[in-house]
């Protein structure tokens, strides 16, 4: 389903039917809730600064507004503040925050919800064990070699299965969402960092 919202033309869909779009969007925001164990109590408030203002209708700039301040709150994780780096961004928290943030850009076109999620995808590279510095990353893999990828554990050799799937996933479709936004190619992403985005997607997806 996610791969058919992107079209432009999916998207004026979106906005024709605006409850498809109101339950893409509660999808979105169960993601992050249930990532984050919130459970949102009536009338649909949910943690802090996030609010559904209706399970039905067009998604409001309240509803969106409230999205993006929250997204502000959570921070990726990355080790070693957890024992297996590919579970957490399989169906783990981050994970599903990258799920919702993406599910989001596609419904708003709001740069600002696609900046947060570039910044975690960086993370989640970052964190790769061909590239992170020992004694966390740097590890040898069952392969007997420095493996590129996100270990499942915190003992040698490090384990790696198909959830890593889950973070290849995530970076391409992180770069799915900027090569689909030709107007930002040539700008850099405001989190401290000068790299245009297209040389990022280079980055990101260049071949190990």
């Known amino acids: 389903m996610l791969g058919a919202l992107i079209s432009g033309k999916r998207l ?11 339950k893409a969007f509660l999808l979105g925001i169960g993601f992050v809730i249930a990532s984050f164990g919130i459970l949102p ?12 203002d209706s399970f039905d209708g067009p ?3 309240n509803e969106i507004n409230s999205f993006k301040t929250y997204i502000q709150t959570l921070q990726p994780v990355v080790w070693p503040n957890t024992g297996s ?6 169906q783990g928290k981050s994970g599903e925050a990258i799920k919702a943030m993406g599910l989001m850009y596609e419904l708003t076109q709001d740069t600002a919800i696609l900046d947060r999620m570039i910044y975690f995808c960086d993370v989640l590279l970052s964190q790769r064990n061909d590239i992170l510095a020992a004694p966390n990353g740097q590890r040898t ?6 493996a590129p990828v996100w270990p499942g554990n915190t003992t040698d050799p490090a384990s790696a299965d198909s959830a890593n799937g ?9 770069a799915k969402l ?27 997806l260049k071949p190990s």
Request: net charge neutral; hydrophobic share 40%.
């Open 41 to 52: 109590a009536p009338p649909i408030h949910a943690a802090g600064p996030m609010v559904i």
């Open 178 to 204: 900027i090569l689909q936004t030709p107007s930002i190619w040539n700008t850099t992403v405001p989190n401290g960092e000068l790299i245009p985005m297209g040389q990022r997607i280079n980055s990101a």
């Open 59 to 61: 998604i409001t700039q």
């Open 85 to 90: 780096m590919q579970s957490e961004y399989a």
């Open 141 to 146: 893999a069952w392969t007997n070699t420095i």
């Open 166 to 174: 889950d973070s290849v996933g995530h970076l391409a479709y992180c």
């Open 12 to 22: 004026q869909v979106f906005n024709q039917r605006p409850a498809a779009a109101k």
